[in-house]
Nanobody, 122 residues
Framework: QVQLVESGGGLVQAGGSLRLSCAAS????????MGWFRQAPGKEREFVST????????SYAASVKGRFTISRDNAKNTVTLQMNTLKPEDTAVYYC???????????????WGQGTQVTVSS
């Protein structure tokens, strides 16, 4: 297991930007693929973005592609989600997750952060 702590959430107006960060500890960070997921009230947790262990492969949900960018710094044990042109429908709790292999499925990620709230006002 790896311990994950998210930061950077908050309240922003539609069209604005936020940058989420996730700090990892406890295990060798570069051994893990990393993902961002989100969960809105009354909805299931959904995939947002994922990045491979080396950072060379990324994937995005269709709803965020072109607006969000995932990146990682294996020297600093961090993964970042840059969110631009935010929409009210992006409002959710955002979770950072670590898993042994690149995936878009929550079930493939064994370590999760506590989540950070993102609220986008219209």
């Amino acid at each position: 297991q790896v311990q994950l702590v998210e930061s950077g959430g908050g309240l922003v107006q539609a069209g604005g930007s936020l940058r989420l960060s996730c700090a990892a500890s406890g295990r060798t960070f570069s051994n893990f693929a990393m993902g961002w997921f989100r969960q809105a009230p009354g909805k299931e947790r959904e995939f947002v973005s994922t990045i491979s262990r080396g950072g060379g492969v990324t994937s995005y949900a269709a709803s965020v592609k072109g607006r969000f960018t995932i990146s990682r710094d294996n020297a600093k044990n961090t993964v970042t989600l840059q969110m631009n042109t935010l929409k009210p429908e992006d409002t959710a709790v955002y979770y950072c997750a670590a898993g042994p292999q690149w995936s878009t499925r929550p079930a493939d990620f064994g370590s999760w952060g506590q989540g950070t709230q993102v609220t986008v006002s219209s």
